[in-house]
């Protein structure tokens, strides 16, 4: 019973994210002399196809990708709006600028 009802209240919040505006963030963190880089993101499930309609962030650009595969890469910002990207869960990695040892992108869906 238990997992039924946590089943059910994914299910309930992702037909409630595919109704507005979906945000995926993600980081890096540059390792020592390229080593334990750090990749953060927490992933976002859709329900239905959306497109990119906003890119926020300190990065050059950023990757993406669902399952074990990276679906998009992008070395702007610019580039992605209109994107879109089909039911499944993704995850977003910014790349780093030259000579920064941080980066950050949030991508708004809808």
Same mark, same amino acid.
């Given at each position: 019973?238990k997992?039924?009802?946590?089943?059910?209240?994914?299910?309930?919040?992702?037909?409630? /994210?595919?109704?507005?505006?979906?945000?995926?963030?993600?980081?890096?963190?540059?390792?020592?002399?390229?080593?334990?880089?750090e990749?953060?993101?927490?992933p976002v499930?859709?329900?239905?196809?959306?497109?990119?309609?906003?890119?926020?962030?300190?990065?050059?650009?950023?990757w993406?990708?669902?399952?074990?595969?990276?679906?998009?890469?992008?070395?702007?910002?610019?580039?992605?709006?209109?994107?879109?990207?089909?039911?499944?869960?993704?995850?977003?990695?910014?790349? /780093?600028?030259?000579?920064?040892?941080?980066?950050?992108?949030?991508?708004?869906?809808?």
């Open positions: 019973m997992k039924m009802m946590i089943l059910f209240s994914i299910m309930l919040f992702t037909v409630t /994210l595919s109704a507005q505006t979906v945000k995926i963030s993600g980081t890096q963190t540059k390792g020592s002399a390229a080593k334990n880089a990749l953060k993101c927490n499930t859709i329900a239905k196809t959306m497109t990119i309609t906003k890119i926020e962030g300190d990065c050059q650009g950023f993406i990708v669902k399952g074990s595969d990276i679906v998009h890469r992008f070395y702007d910002n610019k580039a992605p709006m209109g994107t879109k990207l089909a039911a499944g869960t993704y995850y977003i990695y910014p790349n /780093l600028k030259p000579n920064k040892a941080t980066a950050s992108v949030t991508v708004s869906l809808k």
